[in-house]
């Protein structure tokens, strides 16, 4: 899976109010997923707008949230779409999943975009162009066009740079089967510390849990060639 982001760490949203004690102590750092290059200046940059934080409950409950997209946005997935598909994952990796959030695609997000992000046991997923075009000043890396043929998306060549092609099928699809899981697979990483082997762990689960069982692969199965750091 490509990532794209750059090398630097990550640094956790700011939550709209302070944190519960709980939080403090939760080995799962925020992770952003595929921040995309800033389109003014063609740079990478990190996903730094601030997010709603929501307090672990421990009562079983999976809830969501949904925000307005925004002028120009869509919400590519629904809640049932969601609750769907966490329901054909095995139990115990999605029991600590307890909110999903449709957020808004506001004015310094659009700065600094990405597709989805996980903070504790909330999942976080944004809105894509409702043109379902994606605009980049550079081209991509072999792995993000691999990423993207898999589930067919479709990368052009233009005067000013480079676009990323959806259909509703194909964007469904790689929200549902990748964004989503890859996602989910950061909630169940309790393990790794490092930005770099969270996302190889992350990625990893997308493949087996997402693209792989969607194809009707198989997995390997929970802890199978999994690549967590060694205790």
């Given at each position: 899976m490509a990532s794209r982001r750059s090398s630097r760490p990550s640094p956790a949203p700011q939550p709209a109010r302070?944190?519960?004690?709980?939080?403090a102590h939760d080995p799962r750092p925020a992770t952003a997923f595929r921040a995309r290059i800033t389109r003014t200046s063609g740079q990478r940059d990190e996903f730094s707008a601030p997010e709603r934080w929501h307090d672990p409950r421990d009562d079983g409950r999976l809830r969501f949230v949904v925000e307005p997209a925004g002028q120009g946005y869509l919400h590519v997935l629904t809640p049932d779409d969601v609750r769907e598909?966490?329901?054909?994952?095995p139990a115990h990796l999605?029991?600590?999943?307890e909110v999903v959030q449709f957020s808004s695609m506001t004015r310094k997000r659009a700065c600094f975009p990405c597709y989805g992000m996980q903070w504790g046991r909330t999942v976080y997923l944004y809105p894509i162009e409702s043109s379902l075009v994606e605009e980049y000043h550079r081209p991509p890396s072999p792995i993000q066009e691999q990423?993207?043929?898999?589930?067919g998306g479709v990368w052009s060549r233009r005067k000013n740079g480079?676009?990323?092609?959806?259909?509703?099928e194909t964007i469904h699809d790689f929200y549902l089967n990748n964004v989503l899981i890859h996602e989910v697979g950061?909630?169940?990483?309790?393990?790794?510390?490092?930005?770099?082997?969270?996302?190889?762990?992350?990625n990893w689960f997308a493949i087996e849990y997402g693209y792989r069982a969607s194809r009707g692969i198989g997995t390997e199965g929970a802890g199978g060639n999994s690549p967590h750091r060694p205790r």
């Open positions: 302070r944190p519960s004690s709980h939080h598909r966490l329901a054909r994952l999605v029991r600590n999943v990423e993207a043929r898999m589930y480079w676009q990323l092609l959806w259909t509703r950061h909630v169940n990483d309790e393990r790794n510390t490092s930005s770099r082997d969270r996302e190889r762990y992350a």
